[in-house]
């Protein structure tokens, strides 16, 4: 089983900047995608950013221009800077991975969330 632990949420005024990380740990799995997801209240979670085990990445619309994915692989960590915030990007923020172990692939684990509160 790989485990996330998010770290870096908090509260910020519109128009700042927060970075969060997500660091992976386990034995024997290698990881392909990995992702943040957010989801405000009252509304399902959704994809913010992912990348894969290549570096190609993806960006929902609302965060294109001001959210940069990274990661590290050899540390098994992903960053996620956020510029320009706005409002509306409140919520708690979740870490995902995609891996696999030994022939076994498309596991996914979560993170246990960290809180972004961007005030007007």
């Known amino acids: 089983q790989v485990q996330l632990v998010e770290s870096g949420g908090g509260l910020v005024q519109a128009g700042g900047s927060l970075r969060l990380s997500c660091a992976a740990s386990?034995?024997?799995?290698?990881?392909?995608?990995m992702g943040w997801y957010r989801q405000a209240p009252g509304k399902q979670r959704e994809l913010v950013a992912d990348?894969?085990?290549?570096?190609?990445?993806n960006y929902a619309d609302s965060v294109k221009g001001r959210f940069t994915i990274s990661r590290d692989s050899a540390q098994n960590t992903m960053y996620l800077q956020m510029n320009s915030l706005k409002p509306d990007d409140t919520g708690v923020y979740y870490c995902?991975?995609?891996w696999g172990w030994g022939t076994i692939r498309g596991l996914r684990s979560w993170g246990q969330g960290t809180q972004v509160t961007v005030s007007s």
């Open positions: 995902t991975v995609v």
């Open positions: 990348i894969s085990s290549s570096g190609n990445t």
């Open positions: 386990g034995s024997g799995f290698s990881i392909n995608v």
